[in-house]
């Protein structure tokens, strides 16, 4: 579906985008006429992505672990290299491994730290600085999750470490509003991916049931009945990705099919 996001010959960079949520928003770019960037860790991965997506536009893989700083470095110099430019970065992650807050070690939230934390944040130094050539200023926006506003228990690693990307999207859209560039986040609840199907069958595993009844006991708390699909997240991503957002700047917008409960 075309949105009309007025984004004809954007320059966009989706970081780990070989599947799920990440391939979902580089799609829906590239419908859009976006010129797109996309990157992931593994190289198979990501090849096998770029040429799924090739025939909607102009799409170019740059592989780089999110976790090392010469690969992020790499990733901003290669990303401008093929576009000429950014005006928009959409920034997703891979998944610290699941678990307990009593199941972690110290390497776990070390890993987990900078893969949430510390990544996101020097990323977002390094586009805003690319975004700053030329005055236009540009868009970024970054995907966390329901579990900053409401923890889950089972992903404590993640829990505790997206509220940093909240304070981030915050901290940068009074920063760099003054210099046009406007920065969001997006908490989406669950979207169908590969991760889902990870957590659910560690639930299952955790309390001796099947994967199919965790997942029929999450749709029984969702208000709109089901699990959502990374086409509906990414229509999302777009609007807060292109102009169609043009008065939108520090926003934290739930995804979740009403799933979260509390208010502010
Ligand atoms: N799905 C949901 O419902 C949901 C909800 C809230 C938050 N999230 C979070 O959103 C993010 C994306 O979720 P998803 O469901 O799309 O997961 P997914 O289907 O497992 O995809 C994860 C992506 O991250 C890439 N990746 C992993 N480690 C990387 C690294 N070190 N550097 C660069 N890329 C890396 C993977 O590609 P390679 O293997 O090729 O590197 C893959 O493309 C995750 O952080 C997830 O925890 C998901």
Redesign the pocket.
């Known amino acids: 579906m075309v949105l009309e996001a007025g984004l004809g010959s954007a320059r966009v960079l989706v ?9 979902g928003a580089a799609r829906a770019f590239l419908v859009e006429g976006a010129r797109v960037v996309v ?4 190289a198979d ?2 090849r096998r992505a770029t040429d799924a997506l090739a025939p909607l536009g102009e799409v170019h893989g740059v592989a ?4 090392e700083k010469g690969d992020l470095d790499r990733l901003l110099e290669e990303t401008v290299g093929h576009l000429g430019g950014l005006d928009t970065l959409v920034y ?4 610290p491994r699941p678990g307990l807050f009593l199941e972690q070690g110290f390497a776990d939230w070390d890993e987990a730290a900078r ?1 949430l934390v510390v990544s996101p944040a020097y990323l977002a130094r390094r586009a805003a600085e690319a975004m700053l050539v030329g005055g236009k200023g540009g868009r970024m926006v970054f ?1 966390t ?1 329901v579990a900053i506003r409401e923890p889950i228990p089972t992903i404590a690693t ?1 829990s505790v470490c997206r509220i940093a990307v909240a304070g981030l999207v915050r901290t940068l859209a009074r920063e760099l509003g003054p210099k046009k560039i406007r920065v969001n986040g997006i908490l ?4 169908a ?4 199907d990870e957590v659910l069958r560690d639930a299952a595993r955790r309390k001796g049931t099947s994967p199919e009844a965790e997942r029929a006991a999450l749709e029984r708390e969702i208000p709109l009945g089901r699990i959502g699909s990374p086409e509906e997240l990414a229509r999302a991503i777009v609007f807060l990705g292109s102009e169609m957002s043009s008065y939108v700047s520090g926003a934290l917008l739930p995804v979740d099919g009403g799933l979260l409960r509390s208010v502010g």
């Open positions: 970081t780990a985008g070989s599947q799920g949520i990440g391939f990157n992931s860790s593994n991965r990501l780089a672990d999110l976790r997703v992650t891979g998944s893969l995907l999750s993640s989406p609840g669950y979207i991916t590969d991760r889902v």
